[in-house]
């Protein structure tokens, strides 16, 4: 079973549009980590929230854990032509991968 | 090195070929991982090492895939006998011992067998 699972599975907005991504998962974390992968490319790490830590931004990205309902989300703001690839989370004590999140901005 | 390295970069196999897949981790990183992944899909983990030790393979799919780090640095997946079903994107990723900055991630080896 996958640790962690993304919502939606598909998402396309404009340039411009804030995107939002959510992650739910099953047992205790120490940490859950966002990536994005461009088609045909590895995993870039994005951002790694705690599980102390409620918030966390970077740049244009906004992460929130929620420990109490084991979810997490992922805000992009300002959404570019770029931004289009798939986006993953992950937990840093259990190794899966979900489905992920495939977004695509239209310009 | 300043990031992970896998080796080759594509590789073409007839079915029923040995491959073996290599993997050299961010210097100083004890844990290893091994995923694959097909088209569309998100990676799937095979397994991981803490330094030499390989502490899970429970996602290998069947005993024709083996991994081994014996110096706890360079890695090498192999796979035995390959079939179609094993045409997938095999990534190797590296992290400190408690993945507190992450994993890094390499290119990756897309595996075609024909």
């Known amino acids: 079973s996958q640790q962690g699972e993304e919502d939606p599975q598909a998402l396309s907005i404009q340039e411009g549009e804030n995107a939002t991504m959510n992650c739910s998962y099953k047992?205790?974390?120490?940490?859950l980590q966002w990536y994005r992968q461009n088609s045909g490319r590895g995993l870039v790490h994005l951002i790694l929230?705690?599980?102390?830590?409620r918030e966390k931004h970077s740049g244009r990205l906004r992460v929130t854990l929620d420990t109490s309902k084991k979810s997490s989300s992922l805000l992009i703001t300002a959404s570019r032509a770029a931004d289009t690839a798939s986006y993953f989370c992950v937990s840093g004590q259990n190794f899966v991968f979900g489905p992920g999140t495939r977004l695509s901005v239209l310009p | 090195g300043a990031g992970v390295s896998q080796s080759p970069r594509y590789k073409v196999a007839k079915r029923g070929q040995d491959v073996a897949l290599r993997c050299d981790p961010i210097?100083?990183?004890?844990?290893l991982f091994w995923y694959q992944q097909a088209l569309g899909q998100g990676p799937e983990f095979l397994t991981y090492f803490q330094n030499e030790a390989q502490l899970d393979k429970s996602g290998l799919p069947s005993d024709r895939f083996f991994a081994e780090r014996p110096e706890g640095s360079v890695s090498t997946l192999k796979i035995q006998r390959t079939q179609q079903e094993d045409s997938a994107v095999y990534l190797c990723a590296s992290s400190t011992r408690d993945s507190s900055y992450g994993y890094t991630f390499g290119s990756g080896t897309r595996l075609t067998v024909v």
């Open positions: 929230i705690r599980s102390n830590e």
């Open positions: 047992t205790s974390i120490n940490n």
């Open positions: 210097s100083g990183h004890v844990s």
